[in-house]
């Protein structure tokens, strides 16, 4: 059956109990249409297939961009949830809880790249999935985090930027979401970083995430906000046992200065998983 021998028959029902099926179906058209990857018949079949199971109708909060190309997102989105619910059908996960204080004690693990493949495995005990998907070219996501129907936070962090501080940032912030927001994660949240969003839920994640890698009585009176040397930023990494990208990362972006402490060793692949 052709795609519009499809279209024209779901139509003759689009007035009834199949309307919003149609209306889906519509939708996940669309998404396929935009992308410009060239793919044969039979894989836009099962792209399309893969689009439509994973639209919630309204229940997606995006750090809103109009340029993101929604196909990219669904596609990352639905590879993202296939793993994780392997991962939730093969541990019968029931999420336990997070506090700050384990938070803290994880960003210490960012000392060593060495200690990024336990994380998974150490949050899996919390109930919490932790999926590391592979970043497609050009799509504007830098993570996502969504409750699945059995109460388990899932989180994915695609490596949009290969460096050790977006890596970080992504994963508190995501944490951060489960801690103060848990009740309100049925709806998927889409995070782009490049969106400033100082509003609601996301304000509060970013303040706590901010103070949780770098806690803010410490901040406020360090040397390295202060001077900005390489010095001062591997002693307060040090004091802080945490990896000094994550204090020059900070440094760049209150100072919108992406070429400050350049020599500072910041770069960070799936391949270090």
């Known amino acids: 059956m052709s795609n519009q021998t499809n279209e024209n028959h779901l139509n003759k029902y689009s007035d009834c109990s199949f309307n919003s099926f149609y209306e889906r179906y519509k939708k996940a058209k669309k998404i396929l249409s935009e992308d410009n990857t060239k793919l044969d018949i039979l894989y836009k079949d099962y792209k399309l297939v893969d689009i439509f199971n994973n639209i919630d109708g309204e229940n997606v909060l995006f750090r809103k961009n109009n340029s993101a190309n929604e196909a990219k997102i669904f596609n990352w989105i639905s590879s993202l949830k296939n793993k994780a619910n392997l991962i939730q059908a093969h541990n019968n996960l029931t999420y336990k809880g997070i506090n700050k204080s384990e938070i803290v004690e994880l960003v210490k693990l960012s000392k060593d790249k060495k200690n990024l493949k336990s994380i998974p495995k150490k949050l899996l005990s919390l109930g919490i999935i932790l999926v590391y998907e592979k970043y497609i070219p050009g799509m504007k996501l830098d993570g996502a985090l969504y409750k699945n129907s059995s109460g388990v936070p899932v989180i994915g962090v695609s490596f949009r930027y290969k460096r050790v501080d977006s890596f970080w940032f992504t994963l508190i912030h995501e944490l951060c979401h489960i801690l103060l927001h848990y009740d309100m994660l049925d709806n998927l949240i889409i995070e782009d970083f490049d969106i400033e ?14 103070d949780i890698l770098i806690p803010k009585s410490v901040w406020r009176n360090s040397d390295a906000r202060i001077q900005k040397s390489e010095q001062s930023v ?14 020059a990362g900070r440094i760049r ?12 060793e910041n770069k960070i692949t799936m391949d270090d998983m």
Request: glycine content about 4%; overall charge neutral; proline content about 2%.
């Open 197 to 210: 969003n100082g509003m609601g839920i996301e304000a509060e994640a970013n303040r706590l995430t901010r």
């Open 234 to 247: 591997i002693y307060l990494a040090n004091k802080l046992e945490i990896h000094p990208a994550i204090i």
């Open 253 to 264: 972006f209150d100072n919108n200065n992406y070429s400050l402490l350049s020599k500072i």
